[in-house]
């Protein structure tokens, strides 16, 4: 099944906004399958956001998500890297439909709260770099068939 990468940022776990994210991807019918409070080591933050490196906002994006905790995830189920993205919204927030995460809790794309992986590939690549294998729980989703025809 797919699966992909959730975090919520320093800014949206300072914000108390941890529940709220997690819960739109529960009562979506989404299935949790790993998650972890932590600060994250720079350098692990600097590889997650490599192919940003050359961007001006980089050093400045490292610095922010490295500022506190942040909650790591692993979401599973029919395209949910798509549709993560969708509920996350925009990058920019106040480009961000209402409705989305960010189109509800932001305003300023330098504190957009969550992140969410841009593709199937990118996904397994930041799974592998934010969790051990023995971190992700192999199990059966209880209301499977209540979700998916
Ligand atoms: P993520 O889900 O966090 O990866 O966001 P994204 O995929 O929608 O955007 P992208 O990967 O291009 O950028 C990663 C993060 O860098 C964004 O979520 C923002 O927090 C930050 N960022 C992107 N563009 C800008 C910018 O122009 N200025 C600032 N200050 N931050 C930016
Ligand atoms: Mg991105």
């Not at 529940?19 to 989404?30: A, C, H, L, P, V």
């Not at 399958?33 to 192919?51: C, F, R, S, T």
């Not at 990058?91 to 961000?96: F, L, V």
Request: glycine share 10%; with cysteine; net charge neutral.
């Amino acid at each position: 099944a797919e699966r992909t990468f959730i975090a919520v940022k320093p800014d949206g776990v300072q914000r108390g906004l941890v529940g709220e994210i997690i819960k739109r991807f529960e009562q979506r019918g989404y299935k949790l399958v790993a998650g972890k409070l932590m600060v994250a080591p720079k350098a692990l933050l600097e590889n997650h956001y490599k192919d940003l490196a050359d961007k001006p906002f980089y050093s400045g994006l490292v610095t922010y998500m490295a500022s506190g905790p942040v909650f790591a995830m692993v979401w599973e189920g029919k395209e949910v890297v798509k549709m993560g993205r969708k509920m996350l919204g925009a990058t920019n927030p106040r480009e961000s439909a209402p409705g989305t995460i960010r189109g509800d809790y932001c305003i300023d794309v330098g504190r957009n709260i969550c992140h969410g992986s841009d593709a199937v590939e990118t996904a397994q690549r930041e799974i592998a770099l934010w969790f051990k294998d023995d971190e992700l729980c192999d199990y059966e989703f209880a209301d499977k068939k209540w979700v998916y025809e």
